[in-house]
């Protein structure tokens, strides 16, 4: 049995295939800036915070990393239903993608944070600057430039994870292409497209990040290292 390739079948649902590459960068973006925003804070938590504070951030990170993403999508959307709120699909799905790359974003910067030397705060306080101060330009900055790559290689995985939002109906690339193999019975074709623009796509985001981080580490920009 011989197969025949008909990549022209797919021609005239570019236009969705653009929607779905649109909306999987929207759902990596806005997940990836909470999600940093939220693992930071939990990191903090975890390494300087009260005992039973480190112990809640503790069993919410363990919890996360040792469930599978579709289980805690399925709680999410279902879950929030059952209690009587609609959200959209794709709300649910930032929430999703949110609550998990929190608990991961938390152990890097986690990693970060505990290799600033405590002889650096010490001299900061020495300085008189402000715990904020402090948190900022000797513990945060300096921790987020050593894990930065961790963290980009982090959320390249968001971007192709939030293909399993898919299953909630969240019309992102995967959603796009289930609808249009099912119209067009191409599914061989469709797939080889879909996995050739998630390739695009992972080499756009880590080249933003790239850019972002030459922009931002004054350090890595001389060195030319910004990954």
């Known amino acids: ?3 025949q390739f008909d990549f022209s079948a797919l021609l ?3 236009r969705e295939f653009a929607e779905g590459v649109w909306l999987t960068l929207q759902l990596s973006a806005v997940s990836t800036v909470f999600g940093f925003i939220g693992g930071a804070l939990c990191a903090i938590a975890r390494t300087d915070g009260a005992p039973w504070l480190k112990r809640l951030v503790g069993a919410y990170v363990e919890a996360i990393r ?4 579709l289980v805690q999508i399925f709680l999410i959307y279902f879950g929030i239903a059952v209690l009587g709120i609609r959200v959209d699909a794709n ?3 930032v929430i999703a993608l949110v609550v998990n790359v929190v608990a991961y974003t938390c152990e890097i910067m986690r990693a970060g944070i505990e290799s600033v030397h405590k002889a650096q705060i010490e001299a900061a306080e020495c300085l008189g600057l402000s715990r904020a101060q402090t948190y900022w330009h000797v513990v ?3 921790a987020i430039e050593r894990v930065y790559p961790a963290l980009v290689s982090q959320y390249v995985l968001l ?3 939030s293909s399993i939002t ?3 109906s969240a019309e992102e690339l995967t959603a796009v292409a289930n609808r249009i193999q099912s119209d067009t019975f191409r599914a061989f074709e469709t797939y080889i497209v879909v996995g050739l623009l998630y390739l695009a796509l992972s080499f756009v985001v880590r080249w933003a990040f790239w850019g972002f981080g030459m922009l931002v580490f004054t350090r890595r920009r001389k060195l030319g290292t910004a990954l």
């Open 1 to 3: 049995m011989t197969y």
């Open 12 to 14: 005239p649902y570019w």
């Open 66 to 69: 040792n469930t599978p993403l």
């Open 91 to 93: 709300l649910a799905a």
């Open 140 to 142: 945060l900055r300096p």
């Open 159 to 161: 971007m192709l994870a």
């Open 166 to 168: 898919s299953q909630i």
